[in-house]
């Protein structure tokens, strides 16, 4: 399976923030969200982090993880932290 890249990375808006860099690393924290029963986490959110194996799925992936983020407010504003 191929690790994407997300470019540029995003950053969550934890303490300290979280940089997510990959769909590899975008997979672990809906992991750990998971875990912590985190509202919003769709079922179909981590298999399709997990099993993006082209750029169009990378990319509806990102899409999907990056409205999942926004919509829980969990992005940083661009402008902010480091």
Excluded: C, H, Y
């Excluded at 998971?34 to 899409?63: D, K, M």
Aim: proline share 10%; net charge negative; glycine share 8%.
């Amino acid at each position: 399976m191929p690790n994407f890249t997300i470019e540029p990375p995003l950053t969550i808006s934890e303490d300290p923030p979280i940089v997510i860099g990959s769909l590899g690393e975008a997979a672990a924290f809906v992991r750990q969200a998971l875990s912590q029963n985190i509202n919003g986490v769709t079922p179909e959110l981590l298999p399709r982090l997990e099993r993006a194996a082209t750029p169009q799925q990378a990319e509806e992936a990102f899409i999907m993880f990056k409205g999942w983020l926004e919509d829980n407010g969990l992005m940083e504003d661009e402008g902010e932290g480091t």
